[in-house]
């Protein structure tokens, strides 16, 4: 039992330390990202992709954005990987797409990406793109969040605390923070099903 304490505890305590003006500055990108008629493109590797995938129908269905998870396709994400290689694969799908100045990147990453050591060059690509695109980049990042928010315009920083729990906090808390700004006044649209049942 004394794990489960633990773990929960920490899990409040981290949450605690999430920076709020942070997550209004995110809010706001994407507000503007939808009003001036911009696309919302997500990425992230392994849990980030998954929650890229979840985040993607959140934006689309609950906040009226138009989203689009970049590793959605699995036939384009190995063919890119085997016929251009990991690194660039992501940013050659928001090539592809036509990503422009009025788009917005969102990047789910436990560490932000590295350029040295190399670490998840694939999301550093991906960032350095959309820069050059003059497209905004915001994240859900851990750690120090790494190049993801060094380069973005905005980003939300999730806590470390135990340095053994560092991916599955992180990654647990990205899902509660994504699901608090598709919820957040300025974004949400329309109610999920359940909460337009108790109306």
């Known amino acids: 039992m004394s794990f489960i304490a633990d773990f929960l505890e920490d899990t409040g ?57 970049v590793t959605d396709n699995v036939s384009e994400l190995t063919a890119r990987i085997n016929d251009e290689g990991w690194e660039s694969s992501l940013a050659m ?19 932000g990406g590295s350029q040295n050591p190399d670490v998840s060059v694939n999301l550093v690509r991906a960032v350095e ?17 790494g190049f993801v928010r060094k380069m973005s315009s905005a980003s939300v920083l999730i806590p470390s605390r135990n340095p053994k729990h560092i991916t599955p906090q992180v990654e647990g808390l990205q899902a509660v923070i994504w699901h608090l700004l598709v919820s957040h006044p300025k974004l949400s649209m329309n109610s999920t099903k359940w909460e337009s049942l108790s109306k």
Do not use: P
């Open 13 to 69: 305590q981290i949450i605690r330390q999430i920076n709020y003006s942070d997550v209004e500055a995110v809010v706001d990108i994407l507000a503007s990202t939808r009003d001036r008629g911009g696309r919302l493109f997500l990425a992230g590797s392994g849990g980030g992709a998954g929650h890229s995938s979840h985040a993607a129908c959140d934006f689309r269905k609950l906040c009226g954005l138009e989203a689009y998870c």
């Open 93 to 111: 799908w928001l090539k592809s797409s036509r990503m422009s100045n009025i788009d917005t990147l969102l990047v789910f990453s436990v560490g």
């Open 129 to 145: 793109f959309a820069i050059g695109c003059g497209a905004d980049v915001v994240g859900i990042v851990g750690r120090d969040g």
